[in-house]
């Protein structure tokens, strides 16, 4: 593994002085909410070394952002262009609806992040498909900048380049850049909207980006938008352009009270980044749709061969089928179609299989998928014990990619040592870093 060479050699550096770089790593634990490694508040949890990649892997990451999104772009245009084709994906009335409506520019996922199950560029599953509320590079970005502080960091880098691509200038870059080359050259007013349950300081910072670059932004809860003059507003801030995190299954269970941000969609009020249009990618379903035939005849050889290869094997949960999967329970995962982040998730192989019989009682009426489980090769990373011992031990990784504008941007990598790696879970979020030898 790529990782574990560069694993083995930070792992001897901490060997010959471990009491002080023990020290130096609680001095940098400390510094997770001031930098802002937080989710929902609570401290990221991370270790003491980051993920460490190198050019060809790089290169590897790009050919599958470029084979996915030209498949991705085909199968938009698709269901877009085919009454026939969109009935596979079983869409209620308002999200087609929406969907339909055209964003106003050509790329159809502008923001995404992509999570992979990524061994090496022949062995690699697709995990999930971020196209709605892309999020977490403030927590990536923060904990880079913490670790870039640290003394192992100093120690490392003298053998080392370490390069880190900011995710979070790199997303209110390319939402400018795609509305001001497709929508409109000036400066406009921008909401970044959601629905609002607590002080999201990921879209604070955003928010401080936009406004450096002398544009007016507001963070605002989606329910309180108002639809006044054939526009859209926030406050008395007429908006122009919105950075959309409210993912779909939240707007369409609260449509009554979003009904002024929706006619307003729908009516071409302002420009949406990412428009609705990326509900296509975020539901769990797509993982089925795309093995299936009709999928297959609007795609080329080599992208189809890719799917077969790294999409895992979906289908959409029946009761009446379920003893075939109680039978094979330790080969699949249990999804909601319209879940995130890991919610109402379930692994077979962790249950027995009489409490795998009850979740599939509890979900008997829900829309779920069951899904091949894919399990990487673990890669090596440190963990103390105590300030005076180390250990090299293995993690699973789950690779997460984000894509700006249909180009990479840079990793984000949670690695953990259960069945599951999320929030969920017992996890760690590791920064990372391009790395090469210093010349």
């Given at each position: 593994?790529f990782?574990?060479k560069?694993?083995?050699?930070?792992?001897?550096l901490?060997?010959?002085?471990?009491?002080n770089y023990?020290?130096?790593?609680?001095k940098?634990?400390?510094k997770r909410?001031?930098?802002?490694?937080t989710?929902?508040?609570?401290?990221?949890?991370?270790?003491?070394?980051?993920?460490?990649?190198?050019e060809?892997?790089e290169?590897e990451?790009?050919?599958?952002?470029?084979?996915?999104?030209?498949?991705a772009?085909?199968v938009?245009?698709?269901?877009?262009?085919?009454?026939?084709?969109?009935k596979?994906f079983?869409?209620?009335?308002?999200?087609e609806k929406?969907?339909?409506?055209?964003?106003?520019?050509?790329?159809?996922?502008?923001?995404?992040?992509?999570d992979?199950?990524?061994?090496?560029?022949?062995?690699?599953?697709?995990c999930?498909?971020?196209?709605?509320?892309?999020?977490?590079?403030?927590?990536?970005l923060?904990l880079?900048?913490i670790?870039?502080?640290?003394?192992?960091?100093?120690?490392f880098?003298?053998s080392y380049?370490?390069?880190?691509?900011n995710?979070?200038?790199?997303?209110v870059d390319s939402?400018l850049?795609l509305?001001?080359?497709e929508v409109d050259?000036?400066?406009?007013n921008?909401a970044?909207?959601?629905?609002?349950e607590f002080?999201?300081?990921?879209?604070?910072e955003?928010?401080?980006?936009?406004k450096?670059?002398?544009?007016?932004?507001k963070?605002?809860?989606v329910?309180d938008?108002?639809?006044?003059?054939?526009?859209?507003?926030a406050?008395?801030?007429?908006?122009?352009?919105?950075?959309?995190?409210?993912v779909?299954s939240d707007?369409?269970?609260h449509q009554?009270?979003?009904?002024?941000?929706i006619?307003?969609?729908?009516n071409?009020e302002?420009?949406?980044?990412?428009?609705?249009?990326?509900?296509?990618f975020?539901?769990?379903d797509?993982?089925?749709?795309l093995?299936?035939?009709?999928?297959?005849?609007?795609?080329?050889?080599e992208?189809?061969d890719?799917?077969?290869?790294?999409?895992?094997?979906?289908e959409t949960?029946?009761?009446?089928?379920?003893?075939?999967?109680i039978?094979?329970?330790?080969?699949?995962?249990l999804?909601p179609?319209?879940?995130?982040?890991s919610?109402g998730v379930?692994?077979?192989?962790?249950l027995t299989?009489?409490?795998?019989k009850?979740?599939?009682?509890?979900?008997?009426d829900?829309d779920?998928?069951?899904?091949?489980?894919?399990t990487?090769?673990?890669?090596?990373?440190i963990?103390?014990?105590?300030?005076?011992?180390v250990?090299?031990?293995d993690f699973?990784?789950?690779?997460?990619?984000?894509v700006?504008?249909?180009?990479?941007?840079?990793?984000y990598?949670?690695?953990?040592?259960?069945?599951?790696?999320s929030?969920?879970?017992?996890?760690y979020?590791?920064?990372?870093?391009?790395?090469?030898k210093?010349i």
């Amino acid at each position: 593994m790529f990782n574990d060479k560069y694993a083995n050699q930070y792992y001897k550096l901490i060997q010959k002085n471990t009491e002080n770089y023990y020290k130096d790593y609680q001095k940098s634990l400390k510094k997770r909410i001031p930098f802002g490694a937080t989710y929902k508040k609570e401290e990221v949890p991370t270790l003491y070394q980051g993920f460490f990649y190198d050019e060809e892997t790089e290169k590897e990451y790009k050919k599958i952002i470029k084979t996915f999104m030209s498949i991705a772009k085909k199968v938009t245009k698709k269901y877009v262009e085919d009454e026939d084709y969109r009935k596979i994906f079983n869409f209620d009335p308002l999200t087609e609806k929406l969907i339909l409506k055209d964003p106003g520019y050509s790329i159809d996922i502008p923001i995404a992040r992509i999570d992979i199950m990524y061994d090496n560029k022949d062995s690699f599953k697709f995990c999930e498909i971020n196209t709605d509320g892309s999020s977490a590079m403030l927590e990536d970005l923060a904990l880079a900048k913490i670790y870039m502080e640290s003394k192992i960091y100093e120690d490392f880098s003298k053998s080392y380049k370490l390069e880190k691509n900011n995710s979070l200038e790199g997303v209110v870059d390319s939402i400018l850049e795609l509305y001001n080359k497709e929508v409109d050259t000036k400066k406009p007013n921008v909401a970044i909207v959601d629905i609002i349950e607590f002080d999201n300081i990921e879209f604070e910072e955003i928010q401080k980006l936009f406004k450096e670059k002398g544009i007016e932004a507001k963070i605002v809860d989606v329910r309180d938008l108002k639809r006044k003059n054939g526009s859209l507003y926030a406050d008395d801030m007429k908006i122009d352009l919105v950075y959309r995190r409210l993912v779909t299954s939240d707007l369409i269970d609260h449509q009554q009270e979003c009904q002024d941000f929706i006619d307003s969609y729908l009516n071409g009020e302002f420009t949406s980044i990412g428009s609705l249009r990326t509900s296509i990618f975020y539901t769990k379903d797509i993982f089925r749709i795309l093995r299936l035939d009709q999928t297959k005849k609007i795609l080329s050889q080599e992208e189809n061969d890719f799917i077969t290869k790294h999409i895992p094997f979906t289908e959409t949960f029946a009761y009446n089928n379920k003893d075939q999967i109680i039978k094979n329970k330790d080969k699949y995962i249990l999804k909601p179609k319209q879940g995130y982040a890991s919610h109402g998730v379930f692994i077979g192989k962790d249950l027995t299989e009489e409490a795998f019989k009850e979740k599939l009682e509890e979900i008997k009426d829900l829309d779920y998928i069951y899904q091949e489980y894919y399990t990487v090769e673990p890669m090596k990373f440190i963990k103390f014990k105590d300030e005076k011992e180390v250990d090299l031990e293995d993690f699973s990784t789950v690779t997460g990619l984000f894509v700006y504008n249909n180009k990479l941007s840079s990793p984000y990598m949670r690695i953990g040592q259960e069945s599951m790696i999320s929030s969920l879970a017992a996890y760690y979020v590791v920064p990372a870093f391009k790395i090469s030898k210093k010349i």
